[in-house]
Protein backbone atom coordinates (compact mmCIF):
# COMPACT_ATOMS: atom_id res chain seq x y z
CA UNK A 1 0.00 0.00 0.00
CA UNK A 2 2.84 2.22 0.91
CA UNK A 3 4.41 1.57 -2.49
CA UNK A 4 1.15 2.09 -4.10
CA UNK A 5 0.85 5.49 -2.54
CA UNK A 6 3.74 6.65 -3.12
CA UNK A 7 3.53 5.88 -6.68
CA UNK A 8 0.91 8.55 -6.63
CA UNK A 9 3.23 11.61 -5.40
CA UNK A 10 4.37 14.01 -8.12
CA UNK A 11 7.56 14.41 -6.13
CA UNK A 12 8.57 11.05 -7.78
CA UNK A 13 8.33 11.60 -11.20
CA UNK A 14 10.34 15.25 -10.96
CA UNK A 15 13.34 13.17 -9.48
CA UNK A 16 13.00 10.12 -11.92
CA UNK A 17 13.00 12.76 -14.94
CA UNK A 18 15.63 15.09 -13.31
CA UNK A 19 17.60 11.46 -12.80
CA UNK A 20 17.11 10.61 -16.52
CA UNK A 21 17.96 13.82 -18.20
CA UNK A 22 21.30 13.65 -16.16
CA UNK A 23 21.92 10.72 -17.39
CA UNK A 24 20.97 11.18 -20.90
CA UNK A 25 22.98 14.48 -20.97
CA UNK A 26 26.29 13.10 -19.26
CA UNK A 27 25.71 10.37 -22.17
CA UNK A 28 26.16 13.05 -24.69
CA UNK A 29 28.98 15.25 -23.11
CA UNK A 30 30.88 11.41 -23.08
CA UNK A 31 30.07 10.93 -26.46
CA UNK A 32 33.36 12.82 -28.88
CA UNK A 33 32.54 15.16 -31.46
CA UNK A 34 33.45 14.70 -34.60
CA UNK A 35 35.12 16.82 -37.17
CA UNK A 36 33.43 16.36 -41.09
CA UNK A 37 34.82 17.43 -43.99
CA UNK A 38 31.69 17.86 -46.20
CA UNK A 39 31.88 18.91 -49.81
CA UNK A 40 31.39 22.09 -49.29
CA UNK A 41 34.21 22.48 -47.05
CA UNK A 42 36.29 20.88 -49.68
CA UNK A 43 34.81 23.27 -52.26
CA UNK A 44 35.51 26.68 -49.69
CA UNK A 45 39.44 25.51 -49.58
CA UNK A 46 39.54 24.60 -53.07
CA UNK A 47 38.60 28.17 -53.84
CA UNK A 48 39.90 30.16 -51.86
CA UNK A 49 43.56 28.37 -52.49
CA UNK A 50 43.12 28.70 -56.44
CA UNK A 51 42.24 32.62 -55.47
CA UNK A 52 45.40 32.59 -53.32
CA UNK A 53 47.53 30.81 -55.77
CA UNK A 54 46.07 32.25 -58.84
CA UNK A 55 45.75 28.86 -60.37
CA UNK A 56 44.12 25.59 -59.39
CA UNK A 57 45.92 23.82 -56.36
CA UNK A 58 47.75 20.46 -56.66
CA UNK A 59 46.33 17.65 -54.68
CA UNK A 60 49.41 18.37 -51.87
CA UNK A 61 48.37 21.76 -52.17
CA UNK A 62 44.86 20.56 -51.45
CA UNK A 63 46.00 18.54 -48.49
CA UNK A 64 47.77 20.63 -46.89
CA UNK A 65 44.99 23.45 -47.35
CA UNK A 66 42.18 21.05 -45.95
CA UNK A 67 44.91 20.17 -42.45
CA UNK A 68 44.69 23.38 -42.10
CA UNK A 69 41.25 23.88 -42.23
CA UNK A 70 41.29 21.56 -39.76
CA UNK A 71 43.80 22.18 -37.26
CA UNK A 72 42.25 25.57 -37.15
CA UNK A 73 38.61 24.57 -36.94
CA UNK A 74 39.81 22.26 -33.79
CA UNK A 75 41.77 25.35 -31.83
CA UNK A 76 39.03 26.94 -32.22
CA UNK A 77 36.26 24.46 -31.42
CA UNK A 78 38.21 24.61 -27.97
CA UNK A 79 38.95 27.25 -27.44
CA UNK A 80 35.36 28.25 -27.28
CA UNK A 81 35.22 25.22 -24.66
CA UNK A 82 37.41 27.24 -22.62
CA UNK A 83 35.56 29.98 -22.78
CA UNK A 84 38.79 31.96 -24.23
CA UNK A 85 36.24 34.15 -25.93
CA UNK A 86 34.67 35.76 -23.49
CA UNK A 87 35.64 39.04 -21.71
CA UNK A 88 38.48 39.05 -25.14
CA UNK A 89 37.74 42.90 -26.84
CA UNK A 90 39.30 42.18 -29.49
CA UNK A 91 37.06 38.93 -30.42
CA UNK A 92 33.93 40.77 -29.15
CA UNK A 93 35.03 43.44 -31.50
CA UNK A 94 35.50 41.25 -34.71
CA UNK A 95 32.63 39.03 -33.42
CA UNK A 96 30.18 42.05 -33.60
CA UNK A 97 32.19 43.23 -37.10
CA UNK A 98 31.25 40.37 -38.65
CA UNK A 99 27.58 40.32 -37.90
CA UNK A 100 27.31 44.13 -38.61
CA UNK A 101 28.75 43.10 -42.27
CA UNK A 102 26.07 39.76 -42.40
CA UNK A 103 23.19 42.49 -41.39
CA UNK A 104 24.33 45.01 -44.13
CA UNK A 105 24.79 42.46 -47.32
CA UNK A 106 21.96 39.93 -46.45
CA UNK A 107 19.79 42.86 -47.42
CA UNK A 108 18.18 42.51 -50.89
CA UNK A 109 18.58 46.42 -52.42
CA UNK A 110 16.43 47.06 -55.58
CA UNK A 111 18.12 49.95 -57.92
CA UNK A 112 17.32 53.43 -56.44
CA UNK A 113 14.98 55.43 -58.01
CA UNK A 114 15.33 58.90 -59.59
CA UNK A 115 13.44 60.71 -56.82
CA UNK A 116 15.54 58.80 -54.14
CA UNK A 117 18.86 59.72 -56.55
CA UNK A 118 17.50 63.13 -56.91
CA UNK A 119 16.86 63.65 -52.69
CA UNK A 120 19.99 62.29 -52.34
CA UNK A 121 21.63 65.00 -54.56
CA UNK A 122 19.13 67.67 -52.90
CA UNK A 123 20.11 67.36 -49.56
CA UNK A 124 24.65 67.02 -49.94
CA UNK A 125 24.74 69.34 -52.75
CA UNK A 126 27.96 70.23 -51.16
CA UNK A 127 29.47 67.06 -50.88
CA UNK A 128 29.04 66.47 -55.04
CA UNK A 129 30.11 69.97 -55.80
CA UNK A 130 33.95 69.74 -57.42
CA UNK A 131 35.93 72.69 -57.43
CA UNK A 132 36.50 73.99 -61.10
CA UNK A 133 39.50 72.77 -63.09
CA UNK A 134 41.40 73.91 -66.45
CA UNK A 135 43.50 71.58 -69.20
CA UNK A 136 46.00 73.51 -70.94
CA UNK A 137 48.38 73.24 -73.14
CA UNK A 138 51.78 75.13 -72.26
CA UNK A 139 55.05 76.24 -73.68
CA UNK A 140 57.82 77.77 -71.71
CA UNK A 141 59.86 80.94 -72.67
CA UNK A 142 62.86 80.92 -70.30
CA UNK A 143 64.20 84.46 -68.91
CA UNK A 144 67.86 83.77 -68.35
CA UNK A 145 68.29 82.18 -71.84
CA UNK A 146 69.17 85.30 -75.03
CA UNK A 147 68.19 87.79 -71.44
CA UNK A 148 68.40 90.88 -74.37
CA UNK A 149 66.24 88.87 -76.68
CA UNK A 150 63.98 87.47 -74.06
CA UNK A 151 61.23 90.03 -75.40
CA UNK A 152 61.31 89.17 -79.30
CA UNK A 153 61.50 85.53 -78.40
CA UNK A 154 58.39 85.76 -76.52
CA UNK A 155 56.53 87.28 -79.68
CA UNK A 156 58.00 85.11 -82.01
CA UNK A 157 57.00 82.12 -80.34
CA UNK A 158 53.14 83.52 -79.81
CA UNK A 159 53.11 84.20 -83.55
CA UNK A 160 54.95 80.66 -84.62
CA UNK A 161 51.94 79.09 -82.51
CA UNK A 162 49.33 81.38 -84.03
CA UNK A 163 50.62 79.99 -86.82
CA UNK A 164 50.03 76.29 -86.09
CA UNK A 165 53.20 75.08 -85.25
CA UNK A 166 52.94 71.82 -82.90
CA UNK A 167 53.70 73.55 -79.49
CA UNK A 168 56.70 70.90 -78.46
CA UNK A 169 58.20 72.42 -81.44
CA UNK A 170 58.42 75.79 -79.55
CA UNK A 171 60.39 77.41 -76.70
CA UNK A 172 62.09 75.99 -74.02
CA UNK A 173 62.55 73.03 -71.41
CA UNK A 174 59.79 73.22 -68.65
CA UNK A 175 59.82 70.56 -65.81
CA UNK A 176 56.14 69.71 -65.96
CA UNK A 177 54.22 68.74 -68.69
CA UNK A 178 50.86 70.11 -68.49
CA UNK A 179 48.76 68.66 -71.42
CA UNK A 180 46.18 67.89 -71.53
CA UNK A 181 45.89 67.45 -67.41
CA UNK A 182 42.50 68.70 -65.34
CA UNK A 183 44.14 70.86 -62.62
CA UNK A 184 42.42 73.81 -60.31
CA UNK A 185 43.51 77.50 -60.85
CA UNK A 186 45.26 77.10 -57.35
CA UNK A 187 47.28 74.25 -58.73
CA UNK A 188 48.57 75.94 -62.14
CA UNK A 189 49.40 79.05 -60.48
CA UNK A 190 51.60 76.96 -57.98
CA UNK A 191 53.90 75.13 -60.68
CA UNK A 192 54.21 78.18 -63.13
CA UNK A 193 54.29 80.69 -60.37
CA UNK A 194 52.55 83.21 -62.15
CA UNK A 195 48.63 84.82 -61.68
CA UNK A 196 46.09 83.05 -63.91
CA UNK A 197 42.91 84.90 -62.74
CA UNK A 198 42.45 86.56 -66.12
CA UNK A 199 43.63 83.89 -68.33
CA UNK A 200 41.43 80.81 -66.88
CA UNK A 201 38.00 81.71 -68.45
CA UNK A 202 35.84 79.96 -70.73
CA UNK A 203 35.65 83.07 -73.33
CA UNK A 204 39.61 82.70 -73.68
CA UNK A 205 39.49 78.61 -74.69
CA UNK A 206 41.47 77.86 -77.57
CA UNK A 207 43.37 81.45 -77.52
CA UNK A 208 47.13 81.56 -76.73
CA UNK A 209 48.08 83.86 -73.69
CA UNK A 210 51.71 85.00 -72.42
CA UNK A 211 52.37 85.28 -68.51
CA UNK A 212 54.98 86.74 -66.98
CA UNK A 213 56.40 84.99 -63.77
CA UNK A 214 60.46 85.69 -62.48
CA UNK A 215 61.33 82.55 -64.41
CA UNK A 216 60.04 83.78 -67.79
CA UNK A 217 56.78 83.61 -70.24
CA UNK A 218 54.28 81.40 -69.97
CA UNK A 219 52.55 80.80 -73.18
CA UNK A 220 49.21 78.98 -72.34
CA UNK A 221 45.95 77.97 -74.71
CA UNK A 222 42.87 77.10 -72.46
CA UNK A 223 41.67 73.70 -74.00
CA UNK A 224 38.85 72.86 -71.96
CA UNK A 225 36.72 74.11 -68.44
CA UNK A 226 35.21 71.70 -66.14
CA UNK A 227 31.96 72.45 -64.10
CA UNK A 228 32.12 73.24 -60.39
CA UNK A 229 28.92 71.24 -60.33
CA UNK A 230 28.66 68.19 -62.15
CA UNK A 231 25.04 67.54 -64.11
CA UNK A 232 23.13 64.74 -62.71
CA UNK A 233 23.94 61.78 -65.33
CA UNK A 234 27.73 62.10 -64.40
CA UNK A 235 26.87 61.83 -60.25
CA UNK A 236 24.31 59.32 -61.02
CA UNK A 237 26.58 55.88 -59.79
CA UNK A 238 28.06 57.97 -57.20
CA UNK A 239 24.58 58.84 -55.99
CA UNK A 240 23.06 55.56 -56.40
CA UNK A 241 26.64 54.21 -54.07
CA UNK A 242 25.71 56.56 -51.34
CA UNK A 243 21.86 55.78 -51.00
CA UNK A 244 22.53 51.85 -50.77
CA UNK A 245 24.82 52.74 -48.31
CA UNK A 246 22.28 54.92 -46.23
CA UNK A 247 19.90 52.08 -46.80
CA UNK A 248 22.09 49.16 -45.08
CA UNK A 249 23.50 51.16 -42.40
CA UNK A 250 19.44 51.91 -41.71
CA UNK A 251 19.13 47.94 -41.77
CA UNK A 252 21.59 47.43 -39.09
CA UNK A 253 20.12 50.19 -37.26
CA UNK A 254 16.54 48.07 -37.31
CA UNK A 255 18.81 45.20 -36.35
CA UNK A 256 20.23 46.87 -33.64
CA UNK A 257 16.73 47.81 -32.29
CA UNK A 258 15.53 44.40 -32.24
CA UNK A 259 18.23 43.35 -30.57
CA UNK A 260 17.94 45.44 -27.60
CA UNK A 261 14.62 44.28 -27.38
CA UNK A 262 15.83 40.75 -27.24
CA UNK A 263 18.27 41.28 -24.89
CA UNK A 264 17.13 44.28 -22.24
CA UNK A 265 19.96 45.68 -20.60
CA UNK A 266 20.10 45.08 -16.76
CA UNK A 267 22.03 47.38 -14.93
CA UNK A 268 22.52 45.29 -12.18
CA UNK A 269 24.45 42.92 -14.03
CA UNK A 270 28.23 43.35 -12.94
CA UNK A 271 29.43 41.23 -15.25
Same mark, same amino acid.
Given at each position: ??????? &?QPLL???L?GT??? $?????????P??L?LSE?????V???? #???L????????????L &? !???D?E?LQRE????G?AK?????R !?H??????????E???????S !??E????L?AN??????? !??? #?????????SV?????Q??V @?A?????????KPET?G???P?D??? $?????PQ? #???????L??V??PA? $??Q? &???E?P??A???R?EA?????PD????R??LA??? @? #???? &?AA???????????YP?DSR???
Amino acid at each position: MRFRRAL &QQPLLYFVLLGTAVF $VVDAWLRAEPETLGLSEAVRREVATRL #EQNLSRPPTPAELEQGL &Q !EWMDTELLQREATALGLAKNDALIR !EHLAQKLKHIVRERTILPEPS !EPELRAQLGANRARYAAP !ETF #EVTHVFIQRSVAAASYQSRV @QAALATLARGAKPETVGDHFPRDLKR $VPLTRPQL #EQILGASLTAVLTPAR $VGQW &QAVESPRGAHLIRLEAVSPRNPDFASLRPVLAADV @Q #EKKK &QAAVAAYLVDLRKKYPLDSRDSR
